[in-house]
């Protein structure tokens, strides 16, 4: 379980977050709603442990993540993943060596061991698999598309298996049916590594399509937390206004 308790950030001047609280449950997928600029990949980097509050705390099944050092995080991390904006792939790595990349730095957690030369393209090839990139191993990231990016972004995430897998806007700037693609992708990691994974994105078509809960970001706190259905009959201007962005949507759902 993650629980964010009173957490406060600001930068300079800008308060971002303003007495925060949220409980992730074991085995979910949380979505967060809300609109540009409120602090949404803020509060996922607290909850990797990358950033630290000015007040409060963050515990990822009973470890303070808020609290630790850079080698106590570097263990305590080993669980997460985080699938950042933009998927930030090196540039000057192919696919195979993209995704290769935490196993060779982690190698192996049970035995602290790093992992054999055979191992690491066994993980390798079954993540590509998973995403559907076996066979685009020798490409830079140049060379694939926007969807690719984002797929070989998540390969590289779940190549080592985390149980806590953050999602910092994964279908932004990706036509909807390749955004469709990552969509059904998050909920097949989600099933295949029985994790626990924090959404954040503007689409409420995607948020519908996967959400045990919907979160709503605003004013620097979770303003309503809801099962989808439950989310979408709130009477609140800005959940309106993205019903309406649905009713637009290129898949032609209708509510
Ligand atoms: N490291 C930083 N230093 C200064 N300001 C920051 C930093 N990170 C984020 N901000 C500011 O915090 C606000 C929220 O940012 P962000 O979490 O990226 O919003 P979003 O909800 O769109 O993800 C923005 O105004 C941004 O400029
Ligand atoms: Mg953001």
């Known amino acids: 379980m993650i629980e964010v308790v009173d957490l406060w950030k600001s930068y300079g001047k800008n308060q971002i977050l303003s007495g925060m609280?949220?409980?992730?449950?074991?085995?979910?997928?949380?979505?967060?709603?809300?609109?540009s600029g409120v602090g949404k990949s803020v509060l996922l980097r607290h909850i990797i442990g990358i950033e630290k509050p000015d007040k409060g705390y963050i515990d990822v099944d009973g470890v303070r993540i808020s609290e630790l050092s850079k080698t106590g995080l570097y263990k305590a991390v080993k669980d997460m993943g985080m699938l950042f904006q933009g998927a930030a792939l090196f540039d000057s790595m192919n696919i195979f060596e993209n995704t290769a990349f935490y196993l060779r730095q982690h190698g192996n957690p049970k035995t602290k061991e790093p992992y054999t030369e055979e191992e690491i393209k066994d993980k390798v090839f079954t993540a590509l698999k998973m995403v559907s990139l076996d066979g685009q191993e020798k490409k830079l990231p140049s060379d694939l598309s926007g969807g690719m990016r984002k797929r070989a972004g998540l390969a590289r995430l779940i190549v080592y298996r985390p149980r806590i897998l953050l999602y910092d806007e994964p279908t932004t700037g990706l036509d909807p049916i390749t955004a469709q693609q990552i969509n059904e992708l998050i909920v097949q990691v989600q099933e295949e590594l029985k994790g626990t994974s924090v959404v954040?994105?503007?689409?409420?078509?995607?948020?519908?399509?996967?959400?045990?809960?919907?979160?709503?970001?605003?004013?620097?706190?979770?303003?309503?937390?809801?099962?989808?259905?439950?989310?979408?009959?709130?009477?609140?201007?800005?959940?309106?206004?993205?019903?309406?962005?649905?009713?637009?949507?290129?898949?032609?759902?209708?509510?």
Do not use: W
């Open 21 to 35: 609280n949220l409980q992730i449950h074991e085995g979910e997928i949380l979505v967060i709603v809300g609109r």
């Open 200 to 255: 954040v994105t503007h689409d409420l078509h995607s948020a519908l399509y996967m959400a045990d809960r919907i979160a709503l970001h605003r004013d620097g706190k979770i303003d309503h937390l809801e099962e989808p259905k439950t989310f979408l009959n709130i009477e609140d201007p800005l959940i309106c206004f993205l019903k309406d962005s649905l009713l637009h949507h290129p898949s032609g759902r209708k509510l």
